[in-house]
């Protein structure tokens, strides 16, 4: 009930003020279990999504957003709640993982669609990371759903880091053809089979974005990018420190 309040106050207005084009609608199941995998861009992307779509999708959210106390913190659980996200732990590594994997395997065993982000995280500079193996993998193998591919398009450039006000632009959303990995049965503890599957998903995923694949964890390539501007920050202040002497 609350879920179908909050699709029609979020994305109602997402529809008429950013007017998403779709294609592959036709790809997403009428009814049973299903599972979307999809690209990171934007913050935005597990609002548009679930817009377009008339089925409930649910995600995983960090725990945080639903514990936070005072009136602002009951307001934000509600909300997330409400847009069909569920808490999990992340405050260890394995874990978040444990835990986003039962939560999945909860939805899809309910003939429900559960959404997931085989990256891990947003993309830092909007390429394509390598898929993590763990989550996406072990619950479709856990539970013979199909994975369906999932690929945002330009989400992350409605409102860049920094930037409060969205840009008011049309994202798009391309929906792959279901696959089937139920050859892969039982195989869930295979980290080869895990490997194999996750990067045959993010292979569909960057063929219906058209982003440019990077072939490291988009967490590490984060790491990374914040490193170089420490460095970077450090090189000028000690440039300027020398100018100063």
Not at 39 to 56: E, T
Not at 146 to 164: L, R, W
Not at 222 to 238: S, V
């Given at each position: 009930m609350l879920y179908g309040t909050m699709k029609v106050a979020i994305g109602g207005p997402l529809k008429v003020a950013f007017r998403p084009w779709v294609e592959g609608l036709e790809n997403i199941p009428?009814?049973?279990?299903?599972?979307?995998?999809?690209?990171?861009?934007?913050?935005?992307?597990?609002?548009?999504?679930?817009?377009?779509?008339?089925?409930?999708?649910?995600?995983?959210?960090?725990?945080?957003?639903?514990?936070?106390?005072?009136?602002?913190?009951?307001?934000?659980?509600?909300?997330?709640?409400?847009v069909g996200q569920l808490p999990v732990d992340r405050s260890g590594a394995r874990g978040a993982g444990e835990a986003a994997i039962k939560s999945g395997i909860e939805v899809l065993e309910r003939g429900e669609l559960f959404g997931i982000y085989p990256e891990g995280t947003r993309s830092p500079d909007g390429r394509l990371?390598?898929?993590?193996?763990?989550?996406?993998?072990?619950?479709?193998?856990?539970?013979?759903?199909?994975?369906?591919?999932?690929?945002?398009?330009?989400?992350?450039?409605?409102?860049?880091?920094?930037?409060?006000?969205?840009?008011?632009?049309?994202?798009?959303?391309?929906?792959?053809?279901?696959?089937?990995?139920?050859?892969?049965?039982?195989?869930?503890?295979?980290?080869?089979?895990?490997?194999?599957?996750?990067?045959?998903?993010m292979y569909e995923i960057m063929k219906l974005s058209g982003q440019e694949y990077v072939d490291v964890y988009a967490t590490a390539a984060?790491?990374?990018?914040?490193?170089?501007?420490?460095?970077?920050?450090?090189?000028?202040?000690?440039e300027k420190a020398d100018k100063a002497e």
């Open positions: 009428a009814e049973g279990a299903a599972i979307l995998a999809s690209n990171h861009l934007s913050f935005s992307d597990s609002f548009f999504l679930p817009a377009v779509l008339d089925r409930k999708v649910t995600f995983i959210a960090k725990a945080e957003y639903f514990t936070t106390p005072g009136v602002k913190g009951r307001l934000t659980a509600a909300f997330f709640k409400g990371y390598r898929g993590k193996p763990g989550g996406l993998a072990r619950v479709a193998l856990a539970t013979g759903a199909p994975v369906i591919p999932v690929a945002m398009i330009d989400t992350e450039k409605i409102q860049p880091p920094g930037k409060v006000v969205p840009k008011l632009m049309r994202p798009g959303i391309r929906i792959g053809k279901p696959l089937d990995f139920s050859r892969y049965h039982g195989m869930e503890h295979d980290r080869f089979v895990l490997r194999a599957v996750t990067d045959e998903v984060k790491r990374q990018i914040a490193e170089a501007a420490k460095a970077a920050k450090e090189a000028e202040k000690a």
